[in-house]
């Protein structure tokens, strides 16, 4: 099973099981980056929309091909964009502020994660953050791409560049 399938069979679950330990990780993960009402955001494997749910006042872009994606589009946010699609199908001209990527790269086959990883960057403006946070246990290291900071958020290692 990939992860796409993994995702969309706990899809209906996931917040009930979940919610409360993802929603500290997050804050603290919004905490690490300035942003304004006015902030561009992409969000990368984007889950139920907890993190849009912290950052509601920004314009975002919440990419979910899992099932998860319709949990996310119930909620009805406000300046919230919901493509079911994964990063690498993804087409946009635009660039933004901050490009979230929390908890996705552990599930990703290697060559995968480098795409996402690249993408990633290549949607990040000048002078704009990207966030991306892999759970400790996957031995994931990002520090050869010189983050600004790292830290360790619950379960987390989390790799901010800019």
């Not at 706990?10 to 993802?22: F, G, H, M, R, T």
């Amino acid at each position: 099973m990939d992860a796409v399938e993994y995702y969309s069979s706990i899809a209906p679950s996931y917040e009930a099981l979940y919610k409360e330990e993802q929603l500290e990780k997050i804050k603290r993960i919004v905490s690490l980056v300035p942003h304004t009402k006015s902030s561009k955001v992409l969000d990368i494997g984007a889950g139920t929309g907890l993190l849009e749910e912290n950052l509601r006042e920004c314009k975002i872009i919440a990419l979910e091909p899992s099932e998860m994606a319709d949990f996310l589009e119930a909620k009805k946010l406000p300046n919230v964009k919901v493509l079911r699609l994964k990063v690498s199908q993804f087409k946009s001209d635009e660039k933004f502020d901050l490009v979230f990527c929390i908890t996705v790269l552990q599930d990703l086959a290697k060559a995968e994660r480098e795409r996402c990883i690249k993408s990633a960057f290549a949607f990040c403006k000048h002078g704009g953050r990207i966030v991306i946070s892999v759970l400790e246990a996957s031995k994931i290291d990002l520090g050869y791409l010189k983050p600004i900071l790292t830290e360790k958020v619950a379960n987390d290692k989390v790799y901010v560049f800019g």
